[in-house]
């Protein structure tokens, strides 16, 4: 999955390789040299050692110059990499239908896409990396070392590989499963501070955080209890991986000893046991880090290719005239857990240019029947149809649908950070000044557009509910909509702000001929409808 990312970075990346495999090579070499400045320091033959110095002085040069060459172009290049897969999910976040968001939490689902995108770029790059370095790495070694000794490599190998088994089956046995338990007790925390952020009026008017507190120091206590389990299995770890490392390698040097090699070749032998035991660290690695972040991978392709995709939107009709459509629900029947029908063979007929009112009590399913107006949870449809004018809402092209077809103001007020003016205007390139000046009249109370500033970036958090109401009201009339679909938009305003808005619906209905849904529970302000349904 990852080769559709490397387009345009190959040719840097196989330079990063390259320089990789050279510095593994050169690095190869060095215990080498160092083994033969030890015998001549020993054996205080002093000819050759300039040389061997100066050998050992270049060799470590070259090899680090690659190195740092190798290292450059990976982290720049890893980067841009996972910065490509991080654009294409954010985009896959615009496509998903509401119903995949129904039962997540917000918190959940980018979260672990970012670890996610990050686990894979590591699978992929990181270990391609370490593998085809160890790989150069390993080729050398084993043809430094066979040229003196066969059977001490071989001893050696099997040495190394039986200490890296022991290491791995007691972290696999002790340590994972306690890695995995805190990291979720960790999730688990965050999730339950940013509930109560998200809702601390609430919680904080029913003086519920000594629940809060409760919930954390529970989760805590266990984290505790975890950790300190984790550090006696941190200390027995390093007790048994230093002891086997001096037995492995009094082993070599006491074979060594018994095959009568001399003491150059067993010298030689001490010194790579460390490299041979990292290359098999690294594979072993590598293999894990597979296992582990398969999951990752499944995740993501998981939810790239997950069929709840607005795709659903799959044709680009675009009306070439003036577009103002009646809108009819067809034998509807609808459910959002594929369980419960919420809606069930329903007809609704919504006439064009007038103001359709619907009423019904709690839970009916009013909003409901907006959002599926809105051409969301389009794939929860069982059976029947939603036309405009006849065309099916799945024809008609989505940008053309929501920037110049409907405009819809929620149940509750949603804003967004920035000033009012930004909210009101959004990024509409050109609006209707006189309506713009007409709508202002609605929010003059706390705002003048002379006043405006754009950095006031905070205002908009400080407004009451019924001014947020209004504002929201306000910005879908702005965008001047062929449809307008309205939940409860006066829930939260006095008797003086409904009457105006009330009218200002009226008027824009007639003035601007656009088709008005009106969702109320309340039926005194239903009397501006033309038309009233009941649920
Ligand atoms: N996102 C959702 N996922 C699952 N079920 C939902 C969802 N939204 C609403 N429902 C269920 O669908 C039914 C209709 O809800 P809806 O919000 O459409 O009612 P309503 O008529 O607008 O009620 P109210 O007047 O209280 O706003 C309810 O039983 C509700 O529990
Ligand atoms: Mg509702």
Redo the contacts with the bound molecule.
């Keep these: 999955m990852i080769v559709k990312y490397l387009d345009g970075y190959k040719k840097h990346l196989s330079i990063g390789f390259l320089s990789g495999i050279i510095s593994s090579v050169i690095l190869s070499f060095i215990p080498s040299i160092y083994s033969n400045i030890i015998e001549c320091l020993i054996t205080t033959k002093t000819d050759n050692l300039h040389e061997y110095l100066l050998l050992f002085i270049f060799y470590n040069l070259f090899c680090n110059i690659f190195a740092s060459i190798r290292g450059c172009i990976f982290a720049l290049y890893f980067e841009l990499i996972l910065n490509k897969m991080k654009k294409n999910i954010l985009n896959n976040y615009f496509l998903k239908d509401?119903?995949y968001y129904?039962?997540k939490n917000p918190n959940d689902v980018s979260n672990f896409l970012i670890n996610d995108i990050r686990n894979i770029s590591d699978v992929y790059l990181q270990n391609c990396n370490v593998f085809i370095r160890d790989l150069a790495h390993f080729i050398t070694i084993t043809y430094i070392l066979t040229q003196k000794s066969c059977l001490l490599y071989i001893i050696a190998i099997s040495l190394s590989s039986i200490q890296i088994l022991i290491e791995h089956l007691y972290s696999e046995l002790f340590y994972k499963k306690a890695f995995e338990e805190s990291h979720k007790l960790l999730i688990k925390q965050n999730n339950l501070i940013t509930e109560y952020i998200n809702k601390i009026d609430t919680y904080r008017s029913l003086n519920l955080e000594k629940i809060i507190n409760n919930r954390w120091n529970k989760i805590n206590d266990k984290y505790i209890n975890l950790k300190i389990k984790d550090a006696l299995f941190y200390a027995i770890h390093i007790l048994i991986t230093q002891t086997i490392n001096e037995i492995t390698m009094s082993l070599i040097i006491f074979i060594g000893m018994y095959l009568e090699y001399n003491t150059n070749i067993i010298l030689l032998f001490i010194l790579y046991r460390r490299y041979i035991t990292d290359i098999i660290k690294d594979i072993n690695e590598i293999r894990k880090s597979i296992v582990i972040n398969n999951v990752s991978i499944e995740n993501v392709n998981k939810f790239i290719k997950d069929k709840n995709d607005i795709d659903i939107f799959n044709s680009s009709y675009i009306p070439s005239n003036i577009f103002n459509p009646d809108i009819e629900i067809r034998n509807l029947t609808f459910s959002?857990?594929n369980i419960?029908n919420?809606?069930t063979n329903y007809n609704l007929f919504i006439e064009n240019n007038k103001i359709t009112g619907i009423f019904?009590?709690?839970?009916?399913?009013?909003?409901?029947?907006?959002?599926l107006l809105l051409g969301f949870?389009l794939n929860q449809i069982k059976e029947g149809q939603i036309l405009f004018n006849n065309v099916n809402i799945k024809f008609i092209d989505k940008t053309y649908f929501y920037e110049k077809l409907v405009s819809y103001v929620g149940?509750e007020p949603v804003l967004f950070p920035g000033s009012i003016r930004s909210n009101l205007i959004g990024d509409l390139q050109n609006y209707d000044t006189t309506l713009y000046d007409k709508l202002l009249e609605l929010i003059n109370d706390f705002y003048k557009d002379e006043e405006n500033n754009d950095d006031d970036d905070d205002k908009i958090l400080k407004l009451s509910g019924g001014q947020k109401q209004r504002m929201c009201i306000c910005r879908a009339i702005l965008r001047k909509p062929k449809i307008l679909l309205l939940?409860?938009p006066t829930s939260a305003l006095d008797i003086e702000n409904e009457t105006k808005i009330l009218n200002l619906i009226k008027y824009i209905s007639k003035t601007y001929k656009m088709t008005i849904v009106l969702?109320s529970?309340d039926k005194s302000i239903l009397e501006i409808c033309d038309k009233i349904i009941e649920?």
């Design positions: 509401l119903i129904n039962d959002y857990d419960n919420v809606i019904g009590r709690s839970g009916k399913g009013k909003s409901t029947i907006l959002k949870y149940q939940d409860e969702i529970h649920l």
